[in-house]
């Protein structure tokens, strides 16, 4: 354990570092609320609005799909306008949307609420990363497990959210976590406002010159989106990594939609069924940790560490389709917990290190973006099934793929798989 690197490389008591880590952390807590909130509600919303669970499972998973799928625009936001305005505009209209989702009396209402909120979710996300891998260069590593502890911290969340949810109603539950997200304006407020912003090319930016209107911004950040597509361009590690998210996606987000419904349909109380929810925390936890105190790791190990959480993932989504019992449900989720604390940690350092330094905030948010896509991939599942145990074994056959994709970029890293 080496106690000086971290020492010595990390704490820094700068201000400017400081406030950008607390505000990240804030960030991706209100990320990962999201996702619990999402899946625990899902049940007393169709019971309230007279529509079914698919129904809302599927713009559930929009919502969550926004969160991801905001990457790209995310970056090009970021550029633009810096962190302090970003943060402070999202993270109002976040704290709105929820008090509009919780009012809402008709599925359009609902559907809309949702649609918004995960957007600024997303975007604040992507930004946050974005920007302390700028602000802290160098330590990224350190700091990615930061943020991602504070990220799936949310999880531990699920028995209090189940609470809230029969103390309170839904609407109830969802007005009082809309309070969490009153800390994002704050904090970004005290930002510099120099934070995140990028000098624009001069070429983009000299027909702007004394325009204003919606049409230049348009296609400014048009133009910024087909820019940030160059990182993939003759990069088949970013690729195939890209693939490996879109794969591990659809299973985490199965995971946190249909796990709950799945253990009740099994026999599983509702209480114990959101402890599963909350179980891999500890797992992810620890294994973040353990990343954190071990200092800077190098691609060959990073890679080799995403494949050995690659095969934890398998197991897990393996022993939850076909094990059908509590104490299956507690082996997959703790395989869960450690296959995820490995696999955002890996491909938000892997994907920065494939592409020249001037495309690393763009790589970083088109990873972040193939989460979006699994998503949206699960949601249309949960639309058209009635069968929470079909998604699951959907999910161990998209987990084949990511398994050879892993082969893939091992090979590509001249990575002898044996020796894992």
Known sequence: ??????????????????????????????????????????????????????????????????V?????????????????????????????????MSVARST???????????VCIGILYTSSVVVVQKVYTGNFSQVNVVLLIASISTN?????????????????????????????????????IKIGKTKADPKDTLEELGQH??????????????????????????????????????YHTAYCLFMVPYAVENGITAFDSSTLIALPVIPCILIRLAIFFHGKIDVP????????????????????????????FYVGSILHGFAFGIHFYSMLCLAPAFVNKSFRDYAL?????????AVIATAIVGLYTN?????????????????ALVIYIGLLNGQILGRI
């Open 1 to 66: 354990m080496n106690l000086n690197h971290v020492r010595g490389s990390f704490f820094w008591p700068t201000r400017t570092k400081v406030l950008c880590m607390i505000c990240a952390i804030v960030n991706c807590f209100a990320d990962g609320l999201t996702y619990v909130m999402t899946g625990i509600i899902t049940q007393a919303v169709a019971e309230d609005l007279k529509c079914t669970d698919g129904f809302v499972s599927f713009w559930g998973g929009i919502q969550l799909a926004l």
């Open 68 to 100: 991801a799928g905001s990457g790209p625009l995310s970056a090009v936001l970021l550029r633009r306008i810096g962190m302090r305005k970003l943060g402070t505009i999202t993270g109002l209209t976040s704290f709105g949307t929820l008090c509009m």
């Open 108 to 118: 359009f209402t609902l559907a809309l609420a949702m649609c918004l909120q995960g």
């Open 156 to 192: 531990a969340t699920a028995p209090l959210i189940q609470i809230l949810l029969e103390h309170y109603g839904w609407r109830g539950a969802v007005v009082i976590l809309a309070a969490v997200h009153l800390h994002i304006p704050v904090f970004s407020l005290l930002l510099d």
């Open 213 to 250: 209107n919606f049409i230049v911004y348009g296609n400014a950040f048009l133009k910024g989106a087909i820019k940030s597509l160059h990182a993939f361009k003759g990069n088949s590690q970013l690729i195939a990594l890209f693939l490996n998210a879109v794969c591990n996606g659809f």
């Open 301 to 328: 190990c990073t890679v080799r560490l995403h494949a050995i959480g690659q095969v934890s993932e398998f197991c897990s989504c393996f022993f939850i389709t076909f094990g059908r019992r509590l104490s299956m």
């Open 365 to 373: 948010s088109w990873i972040i973006f193939s989460d979006g896509l």
């Open 387 to 403: 069968s929470y145990l079909l998604g699951f074994q959907i999910s161990s056959g998209v987990q084949i793929c990511a398994v």
